[in-house]
């Protein structure tokens, strides 16, 4: 009788069931902070909306403080993988753009879409700030973030040559527009369109920090 063949181990499947697992797990974890509070939410509760066992949850994520962490960026931008938004393609290309009033443009609508996305765990997290210091910790973790991105976007608009203020003052004047708060104002309270905010805030932007 001849040897018995092993099937081959299929490395590829497993880590597709493991991405599907985690993905779960951060939407329903993503669904339960905005819906009930980060602090209401436990990780029992986010394994029941996940369909996995709590195991499963801390195996992949250890801490409610780190799921927190991993639903933020998701959210912010659009998948796990370890690249800044600042770094990924769709910046970058805004970052090309020569002319400084047509990147200010672009990157007040990327900047939309970024706040929209954001808006309702932020909104929730801001909540739960007051007693919660792992919501303290995330908000400072994206304001320092925030804060390099800014640095970053202002270093490389003065390299144009057409920036109208100190280097300085367009990374201050980015930092403090950028956080979601005036979206949350014009488009959450006061129904605008995000089209018109996009069009409204670069239209403060090149006002403010480009020459005349």
Request: net charge positive.
């Given at each position: 009788m001849g040897a018995k063949i092993k099937?081959?181990?299929?490395?590829?499947?497993?880590?597709?069931?493991?991405?599907?697992?985690?993905?779960?797990?951060?939407?329903?974890?993503?669904?339960?902070?905005?819906?009930?509070?980060?602090?209401?939410?436990?990780?029992?509760?986010?394994?029941?909306?996940?369909?996995?066992?709590?195991?499963?949850?801390?195996?992949?994520?250890?801490?409610?403080?780190?799921?927190?962490?991993?639903?933020?960026?998701?959210?912010?931008?659009?998948?796990?993988?370890?690249?800044?938004?600042?770094?990924?393609?769709?910046?970058?290309?805004?970052?090309?753009?020569?002319?400084?009033?047509?990147?200010?443009?672009?990157?007040?609508?990327?900047?939309?879409?970024?706040?929209?996305?954001?808006?309702?765990?932020?909104?929730?997290?801001t909540g739960a700030a007051a007693s919660e210091p792992d919501a303290v910790a995330m908000l400072t973790e994206w304001a320092d973030r925030r804060l390099d991105v800014a640095t970053r976007y202002a270093h490389a608009a003065a390299a144009t040559g057409q920036l109208g203020v100190a280097e300085e003052e367009c990374r201050d004047v980015l930092f403090a527009t950028m956080d979601g708060t005036l979206w949350s104002r014009f488009v959450g309270q006061r129904g605008w369109t995000d089209e018109r905010f996009a069009d409204w805030l670069a239209a403060m932007w090149i006002s403010m920090l480009l020459r005349e």
């Open positions: 099937r081959p181990y299929d490395s590829t499947r497993r880590q597709q069931q493991a991405a599907e697992t985690r993905r779960s797990i951060i939407t329903a974890a993503n669904e339960l902070f905005i819906s009930q509070g980060y602090g209401q939410t436990t990780m029992k509760q986010v394994a029941e909306r996940a369909g996995v066992a709590v195991e499963t949850v801390y195996a992949a994520f250890r801490t409610k403080a780190a799921l927190l962490r991993h639903v933020w960026y998701v959210d912010f931008r659009g998948d796990e993988a370890e690249v800044t938004l600042y770094d990924r393609a769709e910046m970058q290309a805004i970052l090309a753009e020569p002319d400084l009033r047509a990147r200010i443009r672009r990157h007040a609508a990327f900047v939309t879409a970024s706040n929209r996305r954001i808006a309702p765990l932020l909104e929730a997290l």
